[in-house]
């Protein structure tokens, strides 16, 4: 019962260095996040995915590509990282709500463990 | 803009005192609000999860109360324990049309929790 699975788990890049996080769910949830939090902060969406072969903006979007190829996973590029990309990144899944599925049980966001990436 | 807000950032508590932790909400189309613990260094608990219908949910010594009206929602940790000692974040799903169901996270309350 694996749930959300991101890979690496802990990075260092230099900056202008490329790379890609994994993540894989095996809950066949449609929808898919992934977010970042910096220190002292919550966390902030940069991307989303709503069924396969789909991406859309979140809050913070600059910097990172994203693409859902197959439904159980979804991939988060830095093209050419910042020391300001330096944070920790969390993919996380669900089922999709409809109005009116308030009351739903297992509506909830499932989130895997964490990335620590530093951009030095 | 959909936000949501937890004052105080942080807090510093004896044992055995209770806790209350706050967080705020924007607007109170909803469909559900969801406390999670987060210890330094590691991932995200889920603690509670209230339904838009729902007023409270309860867990141990942990309940958590909803009020969309006034676009609030408290989780009270009855005697509290060092070990209770972490980052409380809360997080709530917004009706918002194509958005992906997101959710939108408070900036957290650090928990102390003095022996």
């Known amino acids: 019962n694996a749930g959300v699975t991101q890979t690496p788990k802990f990075r260092v890049l230099k900056t202008g260095q490329s790379m890609t996080l994994l993540c894989a769910q095996d809950?066949?949830?449609?929808?898919m996040y992934w977010y970042r939090q910096d220190p002292g902060m919550g966390l902030r969406l940069i991307h989303y995915?709503?069924?396969?072969?789909?991406?859309a903006k979140g809050e913070v979007p600059d910097g990172y590509n994203v693409s859902r190829l197959k439904k159980q996973n979804f991939l988060l590029g830095l093209e050419s990282a910042a020391p300001s990309q330096t944070s920790v990144y969390f993919c996380?899944?669900?089922?999709?709500?409809?109005?009116?599925?308030?009351?739903?049980?297992?509506?909830?966001?499932?989130f895997g463990e964490g990335s620590w990436l530093t951009v030095v | 803009k959909q936000e949501v807000t937890q004052i105080p950032a942080a807090l510093s508590v004896p044992e055995g005192e209770n806790l209350v932790l706050n967080c705020s909400f924007t607007?109170?189309?909803?469909?559900?609000l969801q406390w999670f613990r987060q210890d330094p260094g590691k991932g995200l608990t889920s603690l509670l999860l209230?339904?838009?219908?729902?007023r409270e949910q309860t867990s141990g010594r942990l309940n958590a109360s909803l009020d969309k009206s006034s676009g609030r929602s408290t989780l009270y940790i009855a005697a509290s324990q060092p070990g209770d000692s972490a980052t409380y974040l809360c997080?709530?799903?917004?009706?918002?049309?194509?958005?992906?169901?997101?959710?939108?996270f408070g900036g957290g309350t650090r928990v102390l929790v003095k022996p």
């Open positions: 809950m066949n949830h449609e929808y």
């Open positions: 997080a709530v799903r917004f009706m918002i049309k194509a958005a992906g169901n997101k959710l939108t």
């Open positions: 996380a899944s669900s089922y999709p709500l409809l109005p009116g599925q308030g009351a739903v049980s297992g509506n909830t966001i499932y």
């Open positions: 209230i339904q838009s219908s729902q």
């Open positions: 607007d109170s189309a909803i469909y559900n």
């Open positions: 995915s709503v069924g396969e072969g789909t991406t």
